[in-house]
């Protein structure tokens, strides 16, 4: 479906603790190539939500594109986090807020 933006929560797993700084530089580098590539449209980390990393809101042509930027996310690749991938439709003036 055309518009579509794609929401990935990071999900902390067991080992979330055990991080080294290399695997956090690799995960703001991965964070950085995206927005240079256009493909991120807003990220954050969750304060407040045990078990909750933090999510990005990710803009690819397709589901497939999202969920291959996800499986090469060095946080899910090292094991220190899981993720879901949520299609999202936005609503707003240009589309007449869905209506």
Do not use: W
């Amino acid at each position: 479906m055309e518009g579509l933006l794609y929401m990935v929560m990071l999900e902390k797993s067991k080992t979330y603790n055990r991080m080294t700084k290399k695997v956090v530089t690799d995960h703001v580098e991965n964070i950085r190539k995206l927005d240079d590539e256009g493909k991120l449209e807003f990220c954050g980390v969750f304060k407040g939500y045990p078990g909750m990393a933090g999510m990005y809101i990710l803009k690819t042509e397709t589901r497939e594109e999202a969920e291959a930027l996800c499986k090469a996310e060095p946080l899910v690749m090292g094991g220190y986090a899981g993720y879901q991938l949520i299609a999202i439709q936005p609503a707003n003036r240009e589309n007449n807020y869905l209506l």
